[in-house]
Structure formats: structure tokens, C-alpha cells
């Protein structure tokens, strides 16, 4: 009988508005503002009394390697860009009528082996740097006086990551005050026993905290609220007593009738509303968005959401944003998701390394699935490239110097910490950790077909692939014991090697990077084995290979979006396979990816010089129309209608062509002549159903600008503003290299230009930068004040871009 996994589960978002991600617990403020910091490990640096006042004066988020300069000296690996070792400082005041109340300190994120000083005291380190973590800063503190935190950051590794990881603290930063009976931290968890149209059982545990030496007595209520209206649905309220110094779980089950499920297209949400009293005084409480949806995964039907079979169309995502490093707005993580959305994804894998709050809290809020993954290796470093990637001599550092002490915790914070999210779908433990040889080795790799670069076969003087076996039990029964509503997973690179352990099988659904040829065999050979593609290239091949089998539910695409490292060799910022670019705009394979993936009819063509080997297509071409005339042009259509046409100034050019199954690609190769060249896609009866235009260019003339929002909050709000350069007909000119200089004026401030040009090793940072394919985008943010925000962009020869924006409340 083959197996059929199913669960029922819920989702946890917070507000809209920018500190969504706040703990769910007590009084929480951003902690953000007026920092110091110095970019060298100083003596003393935690003492109170240590004068820093020739430190920087910064807000975080803050990453300060991609404030470096790129130097080919860098590694490649993480980009050409340094590391090193810094400290921040901040002085605060906690007043006196906080006294016998609990005051913590919470971290988003910062990159990596932190230590925490509180008046020269050390109260933890963290050495992952991508967990969130928080500190109880209590028995430190002076009262009514000033206090200093102190956070040494020891980036000194700084070749320790196969991609760009950045250095600081780069995430949200979070005072938080609580009564000393409080929630604990992620300590509402929520879930859905049974979901049916009529009704959802569903299960609230509640993890309440005593702090005193005595027992206290609270009450819990717990209201879910519809969100349109404000009427609370159904509510559940309970007494529990929790000893001194302890904590106590309880649990409770709500019913809430007629459910709207949150999915892709639609992800409905409600409001959760916990409250802790002791008698009629609300001691503590939260509110938090939620959502209901179940999950199916069958090794021969593939993937259900809420029972409808799907196919998951997922690229793999890193954390940084191109200029602005690893720390990311929200507001640009939002443009990206939503521009990844538009090409038909409809789920991202977050590697490799648990992300920032925000990125769940908007999968959840635009309908987004994710596989969240905890590690890249295990107990072995893997290579990491230094002059290129895959070129020359690597080296070892990286997390598997902490992973044995640290793996369990860090594991079971990320669980804790996402549990609540609809968009999660599935737990990964492990990237790769089983590639052949990079450690693990065994018998098998002298005799299989592995359909990859092994170094040589069987070495017997390396790890052998057994361990394999022993830590994944250990990891997935982690997160088994804190979450059942989700499959384990991980993303396997050496299957063959793999099956001849216990790994897979430790696994509830089974990840193949880049095996596609292995799916059939093994779906033959493990028959109870749910198969899917948790990393794939971009070709055709590797879609057909999901899409006509409904035994494989879905596959990731490296990658959605560009991302800085893993660099080839100079000059090169990063790894460039992406659908959309370092600056967020998508790029011409976003394009082919859509006509593969979206349901509704769309069509793109994009050009490039005749190739001599007339068989070649590319998925890389760039919607450009200006040439020699005469000049022999291939001009290559992406697109999911039947049948097409091509036109040159209105007049048909070449036969109508059929969909092309076997590459996804249909082309005309055509004598230039300047004009409007249109691509019309047509239905079965050659009805016209969709179009894409490009339009010869003159030369550049002016700057247009294109803003995003005209208003932005004067606490930290963010305007993303594109410019392309246009001719004197208002035709963008995607050959167009012009330099251009920002000018703000007003309560803003320029966070950086990113034109997206992988080559370019410039400074992305200053208010200058030349712009690729005719544009780039300038981040702008309020600086805390109201005002009108005057922005300018100018370029020789070229008429002023200029623009305005209002900061307000």
C-alpha cells in the first residue's frame, strides 16, 4: 500500500505595517536607532566607559561588507567583498517604574559568532548567523540610569560561506519589557487538527513563563477574529497555575465554523488574539494573523493544497538584495516576491539558512509557498571558492565548526520561531550535505552513474556516508517533536550514494538536486518515496520532468533572483542565473520561466546576432531592437500560446510558428530594419491573444523616472525608484551606459543605486553609478522627519529626472 501523507495547519502573520516581525510576546520596541559602531576589534570595547565617541554614528539594520570596496585579493565565494571584526554600542535608559518587570533584548539576525555585553557583562554568544535569539537583560540593568549594550561581531572568517552572508547586525533589533508572567518567546503555537468546509478544529498551545519564586495563577483567552469585520468567531479561555521559576504549556481547542482557506490565490486570514490575566488585568498579549490550509503529499499524485493537486513551480532564493547587501527593507523584499509571483512561481526555498521574519510574513500575506531550510553543512565544511567558482584551490572554513554544539538549538529555534507560517510547507535539514567525495564517501561511487562531478570514486580515507544517517535521525526527530503538521525533507546532491544509507528514508519527501534522470528509477525502485526537485536548472527538460509526472509535485529553479558571491572569476559580483536581477527587474529567462509557468496567455521576445551554429537558443535574450541594417538577427519568441507571428512595422515577417514543445522557444531570424517589432500570440483559430512590442531607439535623451509610492512613513519608510533613460520620443534605450548622480533633498537619504551589472566592481554606495540596459533603481528612505523629499537624477547630455516625494506620520 503506498503512503499518503496529510496535514492540516495554520499560518502566523503580524501587522502589515513594518514591524510585523516584532517578538510575540510583552512590550517590544525597535531598538534600531543611534548605535555606534567601529569596524576593528578594540580592547575593552564592551566596557561602559570606553569613550566611543569617534565611533560611527549608525541605525541598523546595517551590514557593513557591502559597505567595502570589491578587491580581487576578496574571495570569490562571498563575493570579492571583506569581512572582519566590529563592535556596535548603544546607551538606554530603563526607568525606574520598570523595576520587577523582565527586560530582554531580541535579535533578529546578526552575521556571525556574536557576544552580548550588557554593562560590561557578557549575557550569550551566538555563532550561527542567521538565527534569531534573545537575551534576559534583567539582572544587569540600572535602573534609571544609563546603560550600555555591547555587541562584538567576529566576521574574521570571512571565507566561511559558499555565497554572500554580509557581516553585522543585520536584521531588526527589538527592546522588549514583560510583566515578570509573561508569554514565552514564540510561545503561541497554533495548528489545525481537521479542516473540512463546515468547519476547522484547530489547537492553541500556550507557553506561559514565571519569572517569581512563587506560584502564579493566570487565565488564557484565546479569540480568533475575522479579519474583515472584527467579530470574534469562537473563543476559548482556561486557568493554569505555573510553578516558581518555570514554564507551562497549555493547550486548547477552538472551532471555528464555515473556514475561508488561505492558498496561493487567495490567502484568507484571520485574527489570533491571546491574552494573559490575572484576574480582570491583561498581563500580557498578542494579535497575530493566521490562516488555514492542509497539505497532501502521495508518491504518485504529487503535492495537495487544501486538496487540490498542484504543482509546486519554486526557484531557490539567498537573503541579500544587491547595493544593499543583507540588509534588506521589507519594502524591496516585497517587490521581489511580487515580481516573482507574476512569472507564475508560486513557491520560494529559502537557501540555505532560515531568513528574515519579514520574507514569511509576506509569503503568507501574498500566498506564497516555502521549504525553510536550517543548514548547508554538517559536521564537514564544504569547499568554498577563492578565486572563482569551481577554479583553483578552495578552502574549509564555514558553520560546521559549530554545528555539533549548536545544530540542536539552532535547529529547534527555527521551528519555534516559524511553526505558525501557512506559506511553510515543508522542513529542510540539510543542502548537499551528501555530495559525493565533499565529504562522505562509499563503495557505491566506484561502480554508479551519479550524473555529476565526483572527485575520483570510492575514497575509504574519507567520512564514510553511514554518518549521513546517524544526524539526519537526530535532526528530523527535532523537528518532529516540535512540529508534525509539515513533512522533513532535505535537498540530496548524491541520491545513488545517499540510498545506500538510511537518509532518505529518515525523510518524510525526498529533494534530487539536478538528477532528473533518477526519478523514474526511483519512483520504480522506493514506491513509497515522495519525489520532488528541491534544486533544478532552467532548461525545458527539467520542467517536462515535472510537469508529465504527477509522481514528481514540483521542482526550485537556481535561482529567482540574483544574489552577490559565489562569484566566477573577476570581475564578478555574484551568481547570475537568476529570473530577476540584483536590482529586482526581470531579466529575459523571468520571461521564459513565465511562458512555462503562468496560466494565463503571455508572450516576450527578446534578440541577439544570428549565431553561427544556427541550432543554438537562448533563454537570455534582451528586448533590444537597434542593429546595422541588414544585419542578420535571430529573434526568439517565449511564449505559452499556441501559435505566433511576427511583425516588422505591421507587416508579417516570416511564417506563423507553433508552440515548440521540445525548447520552449520558437525564433524568426530576419535582416534588421529600424521600427516597431511585434510578436502576436495566437489561440487555436489564430485569434490574437496576447503581445509584446520592442521599438527601435534613437539616441539617449532624457531621464524618466518612475517612483514607486509618492508618500512614504517618515519612521524608516522606503520609496524604490526606477529610472530608465528614454530617447526624445520617450523610447527606452536599453543600450544606454550613461553615468547618473542622485541628488536628494529634504528628510531623506539615499540608501543605494543598483544598476545590476554583474561586472561591474564599482562603488554602489555613493550617488553615482552608470546604468545597465538603459536603467537602474535608487533606494530612498525617510530619515524620521515630514517633508517634501525633492529627488534628482542627471547624466551629461541627458534632460533631469526629477521627482517628488512627501514623508509623512
Known sequence: MKSKLIYGLTLLILAVSSVNAKPQFGKSQLFNDNWKFTLSDVKDGANPTLDDSKWRDLDLPHDWSVEGIYSPDKASCTGYLPGGTGWYRKTFTVPETEKGSKTYIYFEGVYNHSEVFINGTSIGVRPNGYISFMYDMTPYLKYGKENTIAVRVDHSLERDSRWYSGSGIYRDTYLVQASPVHLDLWGVYFKANHITNKKAEVSVQTTIINSLDKIAE???????????????????????????????????TLTIPSPEKWSIETPNLYILRTKVMQGNKIIDQNEQ??????????PDKGFALNGVWTKVKGVCIHH?????????????????????????????????????????ELCDELGILVMDEAFDEWEFAKRKWITGWNVGTPEFQGAASYFNEWSDRDLTDMILRDRNHASIIMWSIGNEVDYPNDPYSHPVLDHANINQPVLGGYLPEHPKAERLSVISKRLAAIVRSLDTSRPVTAALAGVVMSNETDYPFVL????????????????????????????????????????????????????????????GEWPSRGFYSGFIDFGGFLKPRGHFRQ??????????????????????????????????????????????????????????????????????????????????????????DNHKICQYELQSSENPYAIKVLPDLT?????????????????????????????????????????????????????????????????LIAYIQATGKTGKVNIKFSSPWLKDGIVSIESVE
Not at 494573523?289 to 502521495?298: A, C
Open 595 to 684: 511562458a512555462l509557468w503562468d496560466t494565463k496567455p503571455v508572450t516576450y521576445i527578446g534578440t541577439y546576432p544570428q549565431p553561427a551554429d544556427k541550432k543554438q537558443i537562448s533563454t537570455d535574450a534582451w528586448p533590444i531592437w537597434n542593429y546595422k541594417a541588414g544585419e542578420m538577427i535571430r529573434v526568439v519568441c517565449y511564449t505559452n500560446s499556441p501559435k505566433s507571428k511576427l511583425m516588422l512595422n505591421n507587416k508579417q515577417v516570416g511564417d506563423s510558428k507553433n508552440l515548440d514543445d521540445n525548447t520552449g522557444v520558437i525564433y524568426w531570424d530576419i535582416p534588421f530594419q529600424e521600427g516597431k517589432l511585434t510578436v502576436e500570440g495566437m489561440d487555436k
Open 508 to 567: 518524510d519527501i525526498t529533494g534530487y538536486n539536478y538528477t532528473e534522470d533518477r526519478y523514474a528509477q526511483d519512483h520504480a525502485k522506493y514506491p513509497k518515496r515522495v519525489i520532488y526537485g528541491s534544486e533544478n536548472g532552467n532548461s525545458m527538460e527539467s520542467w517536462k520532468a515535472v510537469r508529465d509526472n504527477n509522481y514528481i509535485f514540483g521542482q526550485f529553479i537556481w535561482t529567482g533572483i540574483d544574489y552577490l558571491g559565489e562569484s
Open 320 to 360: 541579500d538584495a544587491g547595493c544593499l547587501g543583507s540588509a534588506v527593507p521589507r519594502e524591496v523584499w516585497k517587490r521581489r516576491l511580487i515580481n516573482l509571483k507574476e512569472t507564475g512561481c508560486n513557491a520560494i526555498r529559502l537557501s540555505h539558512n532560515p531568513q528574515a521574519p519579514d520574507v514569511y
Open 289 to 298: 494573523k493566521i490562516g488555514l490550509r492542509t497539505l497532501t503529499f502521495d
Open 711 to 775: 508618500t512614504i512613513k517618515n519612521k524608516k519608510g522606503l520609496a524604490q525608484v526606477v529610472i530608465q533613460v528614454v530617447d526624445k520620443n520617450g523610447i527606452p534605450v536599453m543600450i544606454s551606459e550613461d553615468e547618473v548622480t542622485c541628488t536628494i533633498e529634504g528628510p531623506a537619504k539615499l540608501l543605494g543605486l543598483e544598476a545590476s551589472n554583474n561586472a561591474d566592481m564599482g562603488n554602489y554606495r555613493d550617488n553615482v553609478q552608470r546604468v545597465y540596459h538603459g536603467r
Open 218 to 252: 493566570v487565565i488564557i483567552l484565546n479569540e480568533i477574529v475575522d479579519s474583515k469585520t472584527g467579530k470574534v468567531i469562537t473563543s476559548g479561555k482556561k486557568s493554569i497555575k505555573i510553578d516558581g521559576q518555570l514554564k507551562s504549556a497549555s493547550q486548547q
